[in-house]
């Protein structure tokens, strides 16, 4: 199963809504998992199952979507949300994730 | 506080092997499926291979099957990744992840990481 993301980078301010986009090349039902990576560090999950957020992770954060088409929502930017987010399909192996979506500061 | 701990990585010659190591804690180790997912230099993330928390059910990237053996040691707390016959594209941080089921595929997720040991493929 192939992943794609859109935009692959984007520029916004503090403050901003910013919404990225992941899409399956074949239905996944809702088993798409949603990480933020930083700079030098490992992965962390925000959000998995299409919408079900973390324990601990900011309510700006959301996710939403089924069969193909998914998108995740920051709802106000904030200067620790800018990183590289990637989506990850585990409807099947092998586990692919998207190419990600890089969030610089505008 | 549940951690993993990976080490292991290293330099390497093209052909040659590498037993990559991860030691878990805080969690109950044999009820979670275990994944190791890499990253090259620059780029986005590459899973690689993920074993059930029994270790009877093993899967692979087709980019590393019949090279790569996973495995793990319930009774110690600790997962492996044998790398054989390693190439140049096969340099990356390797990470461990903590599955969040037992048996996969079932709507996993990675939902604990280790912090990666670099492996370096080169003559």
């Known amino acids: 199963i192939q992943m794609t993301q859109s935009p692959s980078s984007l520029s916004a301010s503090v403050g901003d809504r910013v919404t990225i986009t992941c899409r399956a090349s074949?239905?996944?039902?809702?088993?798409l998992n949603w990480y933020q990576q930083k700079a030098g560090k490992a992965p962390n999950l925000l959000i998995s199952a299409a919408s079900s957020l973390q324990s601990g992770v900011p309510s700006r954060f959301s996710g939403s979507g089924s069969g193909t088409d998914f998108t995740l929502t920051i709802t106000s930017l904030q200067p620790e949300d800018f990183a590289t987010y990637y989506c990850q399909q585990s409807y099947n192996t092998p586990f692919t994730f998207g190419p990600g979506t890089k969030v610089n500061i505008k | 506080e549940v951690q993993l701990s990976e080490s292991g990585g290293g330099l390497v010659q093209p052909g040659g092997s590498l037993r990559l190591s991860c030691a878990a804690s805080g969690f109950t180790f044999s009820s979670h499926a275990m994944s190791w997912v890499r990253q090259a230099p620059g780029k986005g993330l590459e899973w690689v291979s993920a074993?059930?928390?029994?270790?009877?059910?093993?899967f692979y990237a087709d980019s590393v099957k019949g090279r790569f053996t996973i495995s793990r040691d319930n009774s110690k707390n600790a997962l492996y990744l044998q790398m054989n016959s390693l190439r140049a594209e096969d340099t990356a941080v390797y990470y461990c992840?903590?599955?969040?089921?037992?048996?996969?595929?079932?709507?996993?997720?990675?939902?604990?990481w280790g912090q990666g040991t670099l492996v370096t493929v080169s003559s």
């Open positions: 074949q239905s996944i039902s809702g088993y």
């Open positions: 074993i059930s928390g029994s270790g009877g059910s093993t």
């Open positions: 992840a903590k599955d969040t089921e037992v048996v996969p595929p079932a709507g996993d997720a990675f939902d604990t």
